[in-house]
């Protein structure tokens, strides 16, 4: 039935008609991609002051031509500094001398409503049905706004699912699991070469974010998973045999590829001393307990409960599945339910990995249940079953609507707008900017205007701001770099915060000249109280203290 629709369809529609329908995912792409670009949503893309300091780096290397080896921004200048994630940071650079903020937002989203409309793509590719993968990308979306950031992490989230993408595309041929994705087209057909893009990636992952090492997860998931079947398989039946010869060269594809990918990760400026610092960063109990992004997620709020949402229809796919979940499926399942309750960061790309894989599993069961009720007699099970049917027959269309063209105007159109300062014509379109309400935008105005002198300490939220604002002519004291700045570093700064005993020795130790504080927090209540602080500045946001001049003598 399917098939003779679509068919039908091409026979009563030019070819150019078919390439001006819009599809599903490019109407979601465009809707995702206008909220995040056009409406205060651009605001909370630069919800996190960690971007500051990815543009600026990148504009000091656009103007040195060098990848800084050294810190260049605070009071610990000179000292060994991994700029990691440079080449994004030369991308939002470059984006942000051309265009401002808008051109940063602009990528950002971009990254983001592509990444989620193909997912919602490869979704209907894997067999799942349009309403399940609509309610499932939506879900994801929503989970994954804890952490939608202007930050190098969304490229991770990307690549990620380019990765899963690949493994699966690979070795469909090797694993009976894939045997329901024969209704898509090739979908039981594995093309292992593509295996050989991952080294190649990796080379630009590995400069692009820390986030590189989920690579190595996925690709050892599909290792283990291979090597599991080729156990399980037996030589007395023929077709065993032929299956073992063929999964033998998926595991030796795998290994190569494995080994080309770690080698890629050593193509970095900082060669393996940059392995060595992730590892003692990631490592390092201290921090890991502290960073609030590497904290368990507090399922009071929305986006946890996004999450929350899909780890329960997890376990209702699992428990509805007809056959037992492959090596691989039951592997990435572990890995994305643990590495998401063990850190709110990872939410993201838990969800993304989630849907991807009990998509089908929910489609499967709910047409299932429909059969089994329409076979009672059952109304509603008719109803499900002509459901099914309409379902089908759009997953079909919308698989055979081959054009883009509304979302590559839709991006063409925001890079025109984001270029002529966010303006079409005379009308404001964009407006990226730091919420005044998050950061403290006037206060840095009058520091500006008064000429205040640093060294300048701020809570380490709001250092990444003050870097954008004030270098090179004022340094600050602390940003969020965490593992730039190390655990006793960061030890005495909390002192400090928390206001406990010997809180003084931070401001002393660094030099301080000024302070800006939360208005309400402990260190600007204790600091009016402090006769070597005077206040300058203060409003609903934030207080701007400075140490008065020394009395002449």
């Given amino acids: 039935m399917a098939n003779g629709s679509t068919s039908s369809t091409a026979d009563l529609h030019p070819e150019w008609v078919r390439w001006l329908v819009p599809s599903a995912s ?137 990765w899963f993408w690949i493994l699966e595309s690979s070795g469909k041929s090797c694993d009976g699991s894939h045997a329901s994705l024969a209704e898509s087209p090739g979908a039981g057909i594995g093309r292992p070469r593509l295996l050989w893009l991952l080294p190649l990636l990796m080379l630009a992952w590995v400069n692009l974010h820390g986030g590189f090492l989920v690579g190595f997860v996925l690709l050892g998931i599909y290792w283990v998973s291979a090597v599991w079947q080729w156990f399980k398989l037996k030589q007395d039946r023929f077709d065993d045999v032929l299956q073992r010869i063929r999964i033998e060269r998926r595991v030796r594809n795998l290994t190569l590829t494995g080994v080309l990918s770690a080698a890629a990760t050593f193509a970095n400026p900082y060669g393996f001393k940059l392995h060595v610092h992730i590892y003692r960063y990631l490592s390092n109990r201290f921090l890991m307990d502290h960073i609030d992004e590497f904290q368990s997620p507090n399922f009071h709020y929305v986006a946890q409960k996004c999450f929350a949402g899909l780890l329960l229809l997890t376990l209702v796919a699992l428990a509805a599945k007809r056959y037992k979940a492959s090596a691989s499926e039951g592997l990435l399942v572990l890995f994305a339910v643990y590495s998401g309750l063990y850190a709110s960061r990872n939410i993201p790309v838990s969800s993304l990995l989630l849907i991807l894989v009990i998509g089908p599993w929910l489609s499967d069961a709910m047409e299932r249940l429909a059969e089994t009720l329409s076979h009672r007699g059952s109304e509603v099970g008719r109803r499900g079953l002509a459901s099914t049917a309409f379902l089908q027959r759009m997953k079909t269309i919308e698989l055979s609507l081959p054009g883009h063209l509304w979302s590559i105007a839709a991006i063409m159109l925001t890079c025109w707008i984001a270029a002529h300062g966010g303006k079409l014509g005379a009308t404001p379109l964009m407006d990226a900017h730091f919420d005044a309400k998050r950061f403290p935008v006037h206060a840095v105005d009058y520091l500006e205007k008064q000429d205040v002198p640093g060294p300048l300490v701020g809570p380490d939220y709001w250092g990444g701001y003050l870097i954008y604002r004030l270098y090179p002519r004022v340094r600050t004291v602390i940003d969020d770099r965490h593992d730039f700045y190390g655990e006793q570093f960061l030890k005495s700064y909390l002192k400090m915060m928390h206001v406990e005993p010997g809180w003084e020795n931070f401001l002393l130790q660094h030099e301080a000249h000024s302070v800006v504080v939360p208005k309400a927090s402990a260190l600007a209540n204790i600091l009016a109280e402090n006769p070597g602080w005077q206040p300058i500045y203060s409003d609903d946001m934030a207080v701007v203290f400075v140490r008065p001049p020394a009395p002449k003598q």
């Fill in 26 to 162: 490019d109407v979601f792409f465009v809707v995702l991609f206008g909220l995040l670009v056009f409406t205060p949503l651009s605001m909370r893309l630069l919800g996190d002051a960690g971007i500051c300091w990815h543009i600026r780096t990148g504009q000091l290397i656009l103007t040195t031509h060098e990848i800084p080896r050294v810190d260049p921004f605070s009071t610990m200048a000179g000292q060994p500094w991994f700029a990691w994630e440079w080449l994004y940071d030369v991308a939002a650079g470059s984006l942000d001398n051309s265009a401002g903020l808008n051109g940063v937002v602009s990528l950002t989203a971009l990254i983001i409503a592509g990444l989620f409309a193909w997912t919602f793509r490869l979704l209907l590719r894997r067999g799942t049905n349009v309403l399940v993968a609509l309610v499932l990308v939506l879900l994801a979306v929503s989970a994954s706004m804890i952490h939608c950031q202007a930050r190098p992490h969304v490229v991770s989230w990307f690549l990620t699912v380019v």
